[in-house]
């Protein structure tokens, strides 16, 4: 694992020897051959960074650190070094110049002071934790929690976020007192004062003037060149699910590579589950070199303590699963940097729920005196006792339409469906902030107020859906299969141009992706075109129902989940006897939640402070 790390404050001499050389431990957390660490200290300030994985500049009182593959102001030689220039003279301003995936840090002594920042999309992480004689902060928790005076207490709220989201969504971390920082943000400590601020965020152009000719030859263009920035200095392959996304991607691997375009795939033998039929009209249409693995639950039962281990903080995405396995198909057949699809449904309109949505705010168009004097007392008055199937729906529509946004997107939450009394210990659960969760939906959704809807719920999955799980996801599964990880459609060009669609270009009444679509007509293949979304879904519900091994391991975890009085005993009795049976699919996902959490309580030896 490469990462950065650093500290600015009081700290002097032998102290900072002792902090680089913890901030270099987490680096080697997978790998047990040595790995040299570029360093630079003057006085308080330290940085440390595995060599290779970030550009390192000190100079006249100011040190510099940039982890990634960006651009300034579109170079990528001497990154820290102009960056440390660019930074004396704009301040926070010069974060705008970098692009491209980054986290960043400069530090300089006069005054004390500290910038941190990673890009817009939130590829890269910086965690950091106010200190009495400082700032600690790190390119993951685990390399800031190498340092002694680093907080060990776990934060009962954002276990609380993590059973409601699956992830501890930014600005929280698992631990308390330290926060992670958002998409586009930075932080800034100088003189003992420390602020945080946007130096980028989503641009929408609701009305777009430009033909469908010029929209697609744009598209194409950007595409293109973020694929080629992406795969440039590496053995590259792609992730291939035979969605659109993926298919797309691996079709422009072969364009920019000229060569058959190395092509990963997983597949489940349950029904409904398996989608390698796509994946080989792709991998057929594009002339790719296709590699393919079918997952068993003994690979599952396998994976689960590794990925644990590897988590900076609990993670419940069953998805990383099947992403691991493609890592380390990849490695094994000598690709160094994969290609995700990550972020083309959340740029150009992907997600079934955005049409689910569409359909029931028409309700709002009714007009009101017939909704509230006519249409709604009959619905669940006169007719509310009667038990007919078309009624039941048409109340249901009714119940969901009426929810405000974004509460509405939350109503099959498992947390929420469940009940929070029901699944919590009433001891954890006096000690959180119930409505915490849709208070922080709510927050990011309302800034794009005066937005079309599709565009605020495009803002919410970009921070979210994204940068807070599927990103997550992806580079922990690649991280842990030792693979790199890119993502072409997340590049700034890919960002700002989805911002210059208009919000029918994304969904036009219920037709998801439809510029995106229709500007691959002819490109993909029409079978691709059509499929709906699916992706590297696990069937862990119908597997637990059936393998022994992977029974044993949930049973363990959730025996030694029950002694923490976090979860219901009994409520974690019910999940596992009756109702895993009635839905596998459903409350699997819950099972997963929670066994994952245990998983890495059980590897960390942190307090939960009630």
């Known amino acids: 694992m490469s990462g ?3 500290y600015l404050g ?3 001499g032998a102290a900072v020897q002792h902090l680089l050389a913890g901030m270099a431990a987490p680096l080697v957390r997978f790998d047990d051959s040595p790995i040299r660490i570029a360093a630079a200290q003057r006085g308080g300030i330290a940085v440390a960074a595995a060599a290779g994985s970030a550009s390192v500049h000190g100079s006249g009182g100011v040190l510099v650190a940039v982890w990634g593959r960006p651009l300034l102001n579109g170079c990528a030689e001497n990154l820290a070094e102009r960056f440390s220039a660019l930074w004396q003279i704009h301040g926070a301003k010069a974060c705008a110049a970098l692009s491209g995936p980054f986290a960043v840090c400069a530090m300089a002594e006069p005054g004390g002071q500290l910038l941190l920042a990673i890009d817009r999309s939130g590829v890269h992480t910086m965690h950091y934790q106010q200190l009495t004689q400082g700032v600690l902060f790190g390119s993951s928790a685990a390399a800031l929690q190498a340092h002694p005076m680093a907080v060990k207490t776990l934060d009962p709220q954002s276990i609380y976020n993590y059973l409601y989201f699956h992830t501890v969504p930014a ?24 602020e945080t601020g946007q130096y980028w965020k989503m641009e929408y152009q609701e009305e777009s003037n430009m033909s469908f000719g010029e929209l697609k030859r744009q598209f194409l263009s950007t595409l293109e060149g973020s694929v080629r920035r992406s795969s440039g200095g590496a053995r590259t392959g792609a992730f291939l699910s035979g969605g659109t996304d993926s298919s797309t991607l691996a079709g422009m691997l072969a364009s920019v590579s000229g060569t058959a375009p190395r092509t990963y795939s997983i597949g489940f033998d349950v029904a409904g589950y398996d989608e390698m039929r796509y994946a080989r009209i792709a991998a057929r249409h594009f002339g790719a070199d296709h590699h393919e693995l079918y997952v068993t639950a003994g690979d599952v039962a396998s994976a689960i303590p590794r990925l644990a281990a590897a988590s900076d903080q609990p993670f419940g995405n069953s998805s990383a699963v099947p992403a691991y396995y493609c890592a380390n198909m990849a490695r094994a057949d000598g690709v160094t940097r994969l290609l995700g699809g990550d972020g083309g449904d959340e740029l150009f309109g ?6 689910h949505q569409a359909v029931l705010s028409r309700y709002e168009q009714l007009p009101s005196a017939f909704r509230q004097v006519a249409l709604e007392p009959l619905l669940f008055g006169l007719a509310g006792q009667l038990d007919l199937t078309m009624l039941r729906k048409a109340r249901s529509y009714i119940e969901q339409a009426l929810m405000p946004m974004p509460a509405r997107l939350e109503t099959y939450n498992l947390l929420q469906r469940y009940g929070p009394a029901e699944v919590l210990h009433a001891d954890f659960l006096a000690g959180v902030d119930e409505s915490g969760p849709i208070g922080q939906l709510n927050d990011c959704y309302w800034q794009g107020k005066g937005l079309s809807q599709i565009n605020r719920m495009q803002t919410l999955d970009l921070r979210y859906t994204l940068a807070d799980n599927d990103l997550r996801k992806v580079s922990l599964a690649c991280e842990l299969g030792g693979v790199e990880v890119a993502f072409p459609f997340l590049s700034d060009e890919m960002l700002a141009f989805s911002g210059r669609l208009s919000p029918k270009d994304k969904l036009n009444g219920t037709q998801l992706r439809y510029f995106f679509k229709r500007a691959l007509r002819g490109y993909l293949p029409p079978a691709i075109l059509r499929k709906k979304k699916h992706g590297f879904g696990l069937p862990f519900g119908h597997w637990l129902q059936r393998d022994a091994g992977l029974q044993g391991l949930v049973l ?3 025996s030694d989940l029950k002694k923490r009085q976090i979860i219901r005993a009994d409520f974690i009795d019910r999940l596992m006897r009756t109702l895993i049976a009635e839905h596998p699919a459903y409350h699997g996902t819950m099972v997963w939640v929670l ?13 939960v402070r009630k």
């Open 4 to 6: 950065l790390c650093g």
């Open 10 to 12: 009081t700290t002097e």
């Open 171 to 194: 600005p929280r971390t698992v631990f308390r007192g330290q926060r992670r920082l958002q998409p586009g943000e930075y932080v800034q400590y100088r003189h003992g004062h420390l």
């Open 350 to 355: 992907g997600n079934e729920r955005y049409a």
């Open 556 to 558: 363990d975890s959730l």
């Open 595 to 607: 066994m994952m959490l245990e998983q890495w309580l059980a590897r960390s030896d942190a307090p």
